[in-house]
């Protein structure tokens, strides 16, 4: 028979569902993604370290799990609330089932939620801390108690608890239908230093499929070390977390940029790359996490739709005189790309590396492969 499970906000609002992963009680901010397709690839995204994920697509499940789509090996979220969980789920790749892998990695989830009341609330009074409780006592208020006491994601340091501790090789490309993830039959042509904040899989592979071999080091890696492995070009990762407590990566990051050597960072490594060139963060209201969201390039002046994933951006009203605006988001004005005028660095807000997403964005790997051709000459 099905379990019984309880979601409870920090502001009282109390959801009553049906437990469909591991038993136990979880506290996180809780924050909605807007996309359609690809909840796998979500749940793996190590930039939801701390965040209970609600998806506002209402039946999650139906292909169930596979071996491949993964961002990450292990589930960084805290939980996963969704609408309906499809009775049968089907398709030629599924291993298991969503129930199975929730439980596998101890994750909690809770369906049969109205998702759209939650949505709704959590866009009109922001993100809100939240209690799921998937036990046989639903005590509400023991619930609320532990979603008022969780402290929120403004001032945690995460990168460094997600990321890998070893120095390690990334030599795998994106998948292709009948053919997997495929290791290019080229030998690589630019070593790209990669900073692993928490990581998504899929832009090492982009960056592999670009000629890159890639040397992968944990988030506190200090900058004379990887100058060191006298890099090509060096890439910041996206990553959960507050970036301003993240001073050892600020710190690395100046170094790397003084040295002139071609830098890429990417939503966590985005704002790392403002913080270095002395802007400030911002927590947002309720964030940007989907895969429909408009995004202006100023200097095309074209219009792309991206990924999204991130509660914190860069307060464009503190950008100093090294620093152009490239990108802005449509949904809210906010800043989406920076870019420094006197060094070869540049990073974006979004998630270019799309998985999943659409693949708009994915030209600004070639830029900073552009960058570092530039750079070599
Ligand atoms: N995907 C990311 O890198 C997220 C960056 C940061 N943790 C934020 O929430 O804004």
Redesign the pocket.
């Known amino acids: 028979m099905a379990n019984s499970a309880l979601l409870v906000l920090e502001d009282g609002s109390v959801f009553k569902g049906t437990a469909i992963g591991a038993t136990g009680t979880a506290v996180g901010e809780v924050v909605f993604n807007t996309s359609m397709t690809g909840y796998q690839e979500i749940l793996t ?1 190590p ?1 939801y370290a701390e965040q209970i994920i609600t998806l506002t697509y209402p039946h999650i499940g139906n292909t169930g799990i596979n071996l491949e789509d993964v961002e990450a090996d292990q589930i960084r979220s805290k939980g996963l609330i969704i609408r309906e969980l499809p009775l049968i789920a089907s398709n030629f790749r599924q291993t298991q089932s969503l129930s199975d892998y929730l439980k596998q990695h101890n994750v909690v989830g809770i369906a049969d939620i109205d998702t759209r009341r939650l949505t709704r609330l959590l866009r009109d009074k922001g993100a809100q801390n939240g209690c799921i409780v998937c036990t046989d006592e639903l005590d509400e208020q023991a619930a609320l108690q532990q979603a008022k006491a969780y402290p929120g994601l403004k001032g945690m340091d995460l990168a460094k608890e997600v990321c890998s501790k070893e120095i390690s090789q990334w030599d795998g490309g994106v998948w292709k239908l009948g053919e997997g993830y495929v290791k290019p039959a080229e030998a690589p042509k630019y070593h790209v230093v990669a900073y692993d904040y928490g990581v998504k899989h899929n832009i090492l592979r982009m960056l592999v499929d670009r000629h890159c071999k890639i040397t992968l080091v944990p988030a506190q890696t200090p900058a004379d070390e990887v100058l060191a492995m006298q890099p090509d070009g060096v890439f910041l990762s ?6 301003e407590p993240c001073d050892y990566a600020v710190e690395a990051i100046k170094t790397i940029v003084d040295a002139n050597i071609p830098t890429f960072g ?3 490594g985005h ?1 790392l790359l403002a913080i270095a060139s002395g802007a400030k963060t911002v927590k947002m209201k309720f ?1 940007h996490h989907g895969a429909n969201h408009p995004v202006k390039d100023l200097q095309k002046g074209n219009v792309m739709i991206t990924s999204q ?5 860069v307060d464009e009203s503190t950008l100093g005189d090294n620093l152009e605006i490239t990108h802005i988001s449509l949904f809210d004005k906010s800043l989406q790309g920076i870019h420094r005028k006197d060094k070869p660095a540049f990073s974006f807000q979004g ?1 270019p590396e799309a998985s999943p997403g659409p693949q708009d964005a994915g030209p600004l790997f070639d830029h900073f492969i552009d960058l570092i051709k530039q750079a070599k000459q």
């Open positions: 995204d930039s996206n990553g959960p977390g507050d970036p990417i939503c966590l704002q964030g994933n991130h509660g914190f951006a998630h």
